[in-house]
């Protein structure tokens, strides 16, 4: 095959991933969190932008770049033919997935709901989770590898500063972002008090602005005169 064969190759399948990857559930979770938006929104509110692909980076980008880090695992398991090696792989797999739950779990309310509280809640995660990853890994080379596979304990061990500083570098950009982002402040700047009140996870009917409930009550349909 010519290299420019391969070539376009590469490029039709990258354009596929990013189509799966990127640009599909960047509609979806746009359309789906612009349900929950109120009807008479401000101008820069709603989900879009930068929060918008930090959303598809969870929901989307990373599950995809995991399982292929899966793959690549499963292929270094089938090599060294080790079963401590295969208990640690798999103990990689379920702490990663248990990550990307969790993960979920704390961004499903920037869709669904308006609250400044699933912003707080987001933010904890994001200082929490280079310590928890890195912890986690950890424990995991002990468990299954110190006393079976030393050496590779060792090398695993020393893979943990990349590990802590690749996972706290994205941690801290989405923390800076989701505390500086005037986009952020106001589509999430109500209270669980006032999302109880105002939303019922669907868009809301009437307006939540008082001067704009006072003109729709003072304005007398002409034809009715």
């Not at 739950?101 to 809640?121: E, G, M, N, Q, Y």
């Amino acid at each position: 095959m010519k290299d420019v064969d391969v070539l376009i190759l590469v490029g039709v399948a990258l354009c596929i991933g990013l189509f799966v990857a990127v640009y599909l559930p960047w509609i979806f979770i746009r359309g789906k969190a612009a349900t929950y938006d109120p009807y008479d929104k401000l101008p820069d509110e709603g989900v879009n932008g930068w929060l918008l692909l930090m959303l598809v980076q969870v929901f989307s980008i990373t599950p995809i770049y995991s399982s292929i880090q899966f793959l690549a695992l499963l292929k270094t398991v089938n090599e060294l033919r080790s079963q401590a090696f295969t208990n640690f792989a798999y103990s990689l797999v379920a702490l990663t997935l248990a990550i990307i739950i969790l993960a979920w779990k704390f961004h499903l309310p920037l869709i669904t709901t308006r609250s400044r509280k699933a912003v707080s809640d987001v933010k904890r995660i994001y200082l929490l989770l280079p310590v928890a990853s890195t912890l986690g890994f950890y424990l995991c080379s002990v468990m299954f590898l110190e006393s079976t596979l030393p050496s590779v304990h060792r090398a695993s061990v020393s893979e943990l500063p990349r590990l802590f500083f690749s996972s706290a570098f994205g941690a801290a950009i989405w923390y800076w972002y989701l505390s500086k982002s005037k986009r952020v402040a106001v589509t999430y700047r109500h209270s669980e008090a006032e999302m109880k009140k105002s939303f019922s996870g669907s868009r809301s009917e009437e307006p939540s602005w008082s001067f704009q409930k006072q003109e729709r009550s003072s304005f007398v349909d002409p034809s009715q005169q």
